[in-house]
Structure formats: C-alpha cells, structure tokens
T-cell receptor
Framework: NAGVTQTPKFQVLKTGQSMTLQCAQD?????MYWYRQDPGMGLRLIYY???????DKGEVPNGYNVSRLNKREFSLRLESAAPSQTSVYFC?????????????FGPGTRLTVT | QKEVEQDPGPLSVPEGAIVSLNCTYS??????FMWYRQYSRKGPELLMY??SSGNKEDGRFTAQVDKSSKYISLFIRDSQPSDSATYLC????????????WGAGTKLIIKP
C-alpha cells in the first residue's frame, strides 16, 4: 500500500519548456488535489478533482492544466514553464471533497524553472 | 491580510518543554480546524482535527479552538526531538474539504 505517489521527485526546466507531473493513489479515494507550496505562503490549491471525470480550478490555476485520467491518477501539466512556477508541488487525495475527510499527501515534486 | 495567519518561527525549545503553536483567522464561517505536521522534504500528514469550538486531546497533543477570538492552538507536552517539524494549521467551512485554507506553517525545533 504505497498511498500517494508522485513522479518525478525533482525537475529543472528552462523557461518555456513543458512538462507533466504524475500522481497516483491506491486508496480508492474519490477526490484528488494539486497544491503548490512556496516559502511563507503555505499550501495553495491549483486544481482539484472531486470525482473521476470532473476537475475544477482552485486558488492559483493560471499556467496549469490537469487531467483526471481515471480514479487512481491525476496529472498536472505546465504548458510553458515560467520562473514564477518554481515551487514544490504536492498531490493529495481524500475520500470525498466534502466534510472533514483527511487529505493524504504525496512526497512532492521540487520544480525549478530557470 | 491573509485569511489565516501563522507565525513561521522557527520556534526552538528544549526537550521536555511544553510547546504552544497558534493560528488566527478572519473567516467566522470556518468550522473544521486541522493541524498537519510536515517533516523536512516530506508531504504534510494530518495530526489532529476538531470541529467547531472546544478541545481535543490525543496522547501528548491537545488542540484547542476559540471561535469567539478566532484563534486555534496546538499544545505538545513532553516534547521530543522527533517532534521537530513544520506544523501547519488548515481550516475549512462546513462541507468544503477542497477549500482548505492553510497557514504558512511554524517550524519547530526541539533541542536534545
């Protein structure tokens, strides 16, 4: 039981390059989330998927796209990376998007855009 | 002004001390209050959550919510070096787990 896994763990991009961050969970959770974490800013929600087949914007969606491939997998794509997207990205999942259900986090992807 | 304010620290205390970590918030509609612990280079993990006002105890950890003051606290008794981590508070309104609002986190260092 791996929980939430993310790939890659580290990535360096040049401005304008694209990449996809992968996330998978094996807990049969319905809801999945993508956050970014910057020093002094806490966690900010980029996109979330309340259930398979649905996605919605969070607080900071500009410059990102997502795909809920199936119940297990939720990917985040940067189409044209910018230095402002240098951050640590976390994927999370929960049983539901309503109520106090615990969110389980992956280990994160450290992205640097030069 | 941020919706949730949390002192980033670092807070450094000797082993065995009682630690108090706090967050203030401005949205009176928040109903769920959570504390997550994040070790260096790891993802956050839920430590405790409380609903509405009151206290909740779990071993060495106690969470308190004072809705009248819009203030929440996490107390750690008999602190251990293994408690050294960043502690993040998070809050949400009823029925909106996807809208967790996070504090910036307080870095805690327990000195042996």
């Amino acid at each position: 039981n791996a929980g939430v896994t993310q790939t890659p763990k580290f990535q360096v991009l040049k401005t304008g390059q694209s990449m996809t961050l992968q996330c998978a969970q094996d807990m049969n959770h319905n809801s999945m989330y993508w956050y970014r974490q910057d020093p002094g800013m806490g966690l900010r929600l980029i996109y979330y998927s309340a259930s398979e087949g649905t996605t919605d914007k969070g607080e900071v969606p500009n410059g990102y796209n997502v795909s809920r491939l199936n119940k297990r997998e939720f990917s985040l794509r940067l189409e044209s990376a910018a230095p402002s997207q240098t951050s640590v990205y976390f994927c999370a999942s929960s049983e539901s998007s309503s109520g106090p259900y615990e969110q389980y986090f992956g280990p994160g992807t450290r992205l640097t855009v030069t | 002004q941020k919706e949730v304010e949390q002192d980033p620290g670092p807070l450094s205390v000797p082993e065995g001390a009682i630690v108090s970590l706090n967050c203030t918030y401005s949205n009176s509609a928040f109903q769920y209050f959570m504390w997550y612990r994040q070790y260096s280079r790891k993802g956050p993990e839920l430590l405790m959550y409380t609903y509405s006002s009151g206290n909740k105890e779990d071993g060495r950890f106690t969470a308190q919510v004072d809705k009248s003051s819009k203030y929440i606290s996490l107390f750690i008794r008999d602190s251990q070096p293994s408690d050294s981590a960043t502690y993040l508070c998070a809050m949400s309104e009823w029925d909106s787990n996807y809208q967790l609002i996070w504090g910036a986190g307080t870095k805690l260092i327990i000195k042996p």
